[in-house]
C-alpha cells in the first residue's frame, strides 16, 4: 500500500474541506493506492450526524466524491469536476465507530468521462453505502493552468507507518 502524496499541501488558499489535513471543521481525509484501488480509513466524528449517533447521509455522499477526485487525481494524472453522482445507502453508519473504510476504483473510461465505483464498510467490515460518480476530467494543461495540478505521487507505507489496515471486502 502507497501513501499518496497530497499536491496542494503548502499552497496558499489550499482549504478543502475534504482532504485539507488542517481544516478544523474539514474531514481530513488522506488516501492510499492499494492496487487498482484507492483507499481511506476515515473516523466519524459526532458532528458529522444527521441524527444521534448517525453519519449524515450528505456527509457520506461527500467522503464518496472526494475519494473519487482522488481517482482521478492518481490514475489519471490530471484534476477534474463531478457529473453526476448517485448514492445508494444500505444501512446506517455510526458515528461512534472508531473508523469507516472507503474504497474506489475506475469502472469505465470514455473519452474524458470516467465512472468511479465507490463502497463505504463499517468498522465489522459491512457494507453500508455505495455511490457511483461520474467525472468529466480536465485536459491535463488545463488542470495545471486553473487547479496549479503538476503531479500526483506516492510514498512507500513502511511497517512503522499509520497505513489503514484494509481487508478486501
Given at each position: 500500500m502507497k501513501k499518496i502524496v497530497n499536491p496542494w499541501r503548502g499552497m496558499e488558499g489550499y482549504r478543502c474541506f475534504g482532504c485539507d489535513p488542517h481544516s478544523e471543521r474539514g474531514l481530513r481525509m488522506e488516501f492510499y493506492e492499494e492496487g487498482e484501488q484507492i483507499v481511506c480509513r476515515w473516523h466519524p466524528r459526532p458532528e458529522f450526524q444527521g441524527w444521534v449517533n448517525t453519519l449524515h447521509g450528505g456527509i457520506q455522499a461527500t467522503l464518496a466524491d472526494e475519494i473519487s477526485s482522488w481517482v482521478v487525481f492518481r490514475?489519471?494524472?490530471?484534476?477534474?469536476?463531478?457529473?453526476?453522482?448517485?448514492?445508494?445507502?444500505?444501512?446506517?453508519?455510526?458515528?461512534?465507530?472508531e473508523y469507516i473504510d472507503l474504497k474506489a476504483s475506475v469502472v469505465s473510461r470514455r473519452r474524458n468521462l470516467v465512472e468511479i465505483a465507490v463502497r463505504i464498510f463499517d468498522c465489522r467490515g459491512e457494507l453500508c453505502t455505495e455511490a457511483v460518480c461520474l467525472y468529466f476530467l480536465f485536459p491535463k494543461e488545463r488542470a495545471q493552468r486553473e487547479f496549479h495540478f503538476c503531479d500526483c505521487g506516492v510514498e512507500e507505507c513502511g511497517d512503522d507507518a499509520a497505513a489503514p489496515e484494509t481487508a478486501d471486502k
Amino acid at each position: 500500500m502507497k501513501k499518496i502524496v497530497n499536491p496542494w499541501r503548502g499552497m496558499e488558499g489550499y482549504r478543502c474541506f475534504g482532504c485539507d489535513p488542517h481544516s478544523e471543521r474539514g474531514l481530513r481525509m488522506e488516501f492510499y493506492e492499494e492496487g487498482e484501488q484507492i483507499v481511506c480509513r476515515w473516523h466519524p466524528r459526532p458532528e458529522f450526524q444527521g441524527w444521534v449517533n448517525t453519519l449524515h447521509g450528505g456527509i457520506q455522499a461527500t467522503l464518496a466524491d472526494e475519494i473519487s477526485s482522488w481517482v482521478v487525481f492518481r490514475k489519471f494524472q490530471t484534476s477534474g469536476v463531478t457529473s453526476r453522482m448517485e448514492v445508494r445507502y444500505h444501512k446506517p453508519i455510526h458515528t461512534t465507530d472508531e473508523y469507516i473504510d472507503l474504497k474506489a476504483s475506475v469502472v469505465s473510461r470514455r473519452r474524458n468521462l470516467v465512472e468511479i465505483a465507490v463502497r463505504i464498510f463499517d468498522c465489522r467490515g459491512e457494507l453500508c453505502t455505495e455511490a457511483v460518480c461520474l467525472y468529466f476530467l480536465f485536459p491535463k494543461e488545463r488542470a495545471q493552468r486553473e487547479f496549479h495540478f503538476c503531479d500526483c505521487g506516492v510514498e512507500e507505507c513502511g511497517d512503522d507507518a499509520a497505513a489503514p489496515e484494509t481487508a478486501d471486502k
